[in-house]
């Protein structure tokens, strides 16, 4: 990948910073024209050139497993550059030597980024990707305790949609090995992300979002601006269409009156029951076929689906181990349907409830 970039007339230096808690530790001072970044040197590049001033080509390519080894900031939204902020250790960017924290990157591949989003930029970034580690959210937010404590109801989080899952971390991931250590980690199609209303709030804070994991925990976040909650909601859209699009069907093991089965949910022809033992279809409906559907919280799921001859309605029920992650693949596979009808779908949350209704605290239903 080339990269163009360049100080954009800027004043660059090193200090020392101190803030009363801890030794004093390297920082680099980028000072442009309205902006002055505080950046920590955590990673000193050691080329033996001395900084580059004005505009340059660098040249890296994608490691298999690690990528480029940098990390962005800013963006037209903010009214600056894209620019680099981390430079990963021992990785391709570092090892260019050509590549410095606080650099404005102006090209990628001979396009022109300089008026673009930091959403755009990272798009960019990752048509060089497969689509199962293509990023497509990261940031910060705040995560409500479950049982907070009086002086401390939220914690900082750093949440990222990257290909098939969704990361919580404690901090953000710099290196191929922090992927592997997330403090949380969830399939982005097994799990329900919900925007709450301001009835839904449980306090003060606004802008807040909930997400339910595969076994029906609530986690409870909060982010700053009315922005960054949309940010969120399109990416979190974006990266279950990719995944559901990427993975096509998804069967999930259950018991029909004493017998084990299987539930295919399969993105083009819709559901598909069959013996486990014997692979023999007992039934199959499309997805237009669902009228509705009801589960009692704990293991059961009563499909109605309509007969296409008769135009009756037919119950089919049946037993899951996992029940939340099942009720939440059905949304994901509903609305990803929605995305492909209506191309607008991705920036309105509005569309997903045609297909299917988003699951309470301890009872979830999808009517079509």
Known sequence: MDFRTACEETKTGICLLQ??????????????????MIQEQDVICVSGE???????????????????????KGGAEHNIPVVISKISKEQ?????????????ILQINGINVRKCRHEEVI???????????????????????????????YSPTFLA??????????????????????????????????????????DRRKHCFTVQSESGEDLYFSVELDSDLAQWER????????????IQCKTYACVLESHLMGLTIDFSTGFICFDAATKAILWRYKF??????????KSKIKFLFQNPDTKQIEAKELEFSNLFAVLHCIHSFFAAKVACLDPLYLG???????????STTSRAKYTT
């Open 19 to 36: 803030d009363g808690n801890q030794e004093p530790f390297k920082v680099r001072l980028h000072l442009a024209k309205d902006i002055l």
């Open 235 to 246: 990416a979190f859209q974006t990266a279950t269409f990719l995944e559901v699009e990427r």
């Open 50 to 72: 001395p900084f580059y001033s004005g505009e340059r080509t660098v040249t890296i390519r994608r490691q298999t497993v690690g990528g480029f080894g940098l990390s962005i």
């Open 348 to 358: 309105n949350q509005t569309a997903a409830s045609t297909a299917a209704s988003s």
């Open 92 to 104: 391709r960017a570092e090892l260019s030597g050509l590549l410095f924290i606080g650099d404005a």
């Open 123 to 153: 798009k960019k970034i990752n048509r060089n990707f497969p689509v199962n580690q293509q990023i497509v959210y990261m940031g910060w937010c705040e995560a409500r305790e479950q049982d907070p404590l009086q002086d401390r109801a």
């Open 288 to 297: 237009s076929q669902l009228k509705g559907s009801s589960d009692d919280g």
């Open 161 to 202: 949609l990257r290909g098939s899952c969704l990361y919580k971390f404690l901090a953000p991931p710099v290196t191929t090995w922090d992927w592997t250590r997330a403090e949380k980690t969830f399939s982005v199609y097994e799990i329900m992300c919900k925007i709450l209303k301001d009835s839904d709030l449980l």
